[in-house]
């Protein structure tokens, strides 16, 4: 889930840079400070913007910098546990299938997939069901949802585990599609009713 999240911080801001616009300075070095970074309240934080520096700024006699209290917006990504998404499949493995969440990736393992047994195709790099004939391979668009998040301090430490078996995820096709034991159930045909009674 995307949203902005209003910050409060207190920046050092050293002597090389009081040539600049102070917004400025203030807005690279907290980009440099939170930009790509994970907080495991806040999630990833993507940007930040609208930086204002709430009055003056102090000066510690003997540190060559000013230090100013800051306001400022940041856009954060959170994924949430039980949240839908929709994705692209961005890689293909053996043991399942790595999707883009944006700023992130999140694997769908191969027993997460779709109720059936798969079999992986190295040669074309895809899951193909057994029974259900569903296919998965790169660059699929799927629906899928959160099952576990674990944020650690980097983007490739972070774990998203993501299934599609319930009903109403996968492939668009897959969703539309009647079960198996749907598409095999004989249709009874339905006899008129007999009335009774009369004259």
Same mark, same amino acid.
């Given at each position: 889930?995307?949203?902005?999240?209003?910050?409060?911080?207190?920046?050092?801001?050293?002597?090389?840079?009081?040539?600049?616009?102070?917004?400025?300075?203030?807005?690279?070095?907290?980009?440099?400070?939170?930009?790509?970074?994970?907080?495991? %309240?806040?999630?990833?934080?993507?940007?930040?913007?609208?930086?204002? $520096? $709430?009055?003056? *700024?102090?000066?510690?006699?003997g540190d060559h910098a000013a230090?100013?209290?800051?306001? +400022? #917006? $940041? !856009?954060?990504?959170?994924?949430?546990?039980? %949240?839908?998404?929709? $994705? #692209?499949?961005?890689?293909?493995?053996?043991?399942?299938? +790595?999707?883009?969440?944006?700023? !992130?990736?999140?694997?769908?393992? !191969?027993?997460?997939?779709?109720?059936?047994?798969?079999? =992986?195709?190295?040669?074309?790099?895809?899951?193909?069901?057994?029974?259900?004939?569903?296919?998965?391979?790169?660059?699929?668009?799927? =629906?899928?949802?959160?099952?576990?998040?674990?944020?650690?301090?980097?983007?490739?430490?972070?774990?998203? /585990?993501?299934?599609?078996?319930?009903?109403?995820?996968?492939?668009?096709?897959?969703? /539309?599609?009647?079960?198996? %034991?749907?598409?095999?159930?004989?249709?009874?045909?339905?006899?008129?009713?007999?009335?009774?009674? *009369? %004259?």
């Amino acid at each position: 889930m995307y949203y902005v999240n209003s910050c409060r911080d207190r920046v050092r801001l050293p002597a090389q840079c009081f040539s600049m616009k102070l917004e400025d300075a203030l807005t690279q070095i907290l980009r440099e400070k939170y930009e790509r970074r994970i907080d495991k %309240e806040a999630g990833l934080v993507l940007a930040v913007w609208n930086v204002k $520096a $709430a009055g003056d *700024g102090i000066v510690i006699p003997g540190d060559h910098a000013a230090y100013y209290d800051v306001s +400022f #917006d $940041a !856009l954060c990504y959170l994924p949430q546990v039980n %949240e839908i998404v929709e $994705a #692209d499949v961005s890689e293909i493995v053996e043991f399942g299938a +790595f999707l883009s969440l944006g700023p !992130l990736e999140g694997l769908v393992h !191969l027993s997460q997939i779709a109720n059936d047994f798969l079999t =992986f195709n190295k040669k074309t790099m895809s899951f193909s069901g057994k029974e259900s004939k569903k296919i998965l391979k790169k660059g699929d668009h799927v =629906f899928a949802k959160i099952s576990t998040v674990s944020l650690k301090g980097s983007i490739p430490e972070t774990k998203i /585990g993501l299934t599609m078996r319930p009903d109403g995820l996968g492939k668009e096709e897959w969703i /539309g599609a009647p079960k198996k %034991e749907e598409a095999e159930a004989p249709k009874k045909e339905k006899k008129p009713k007999r009335e009774e009674g *009369g %004259e």
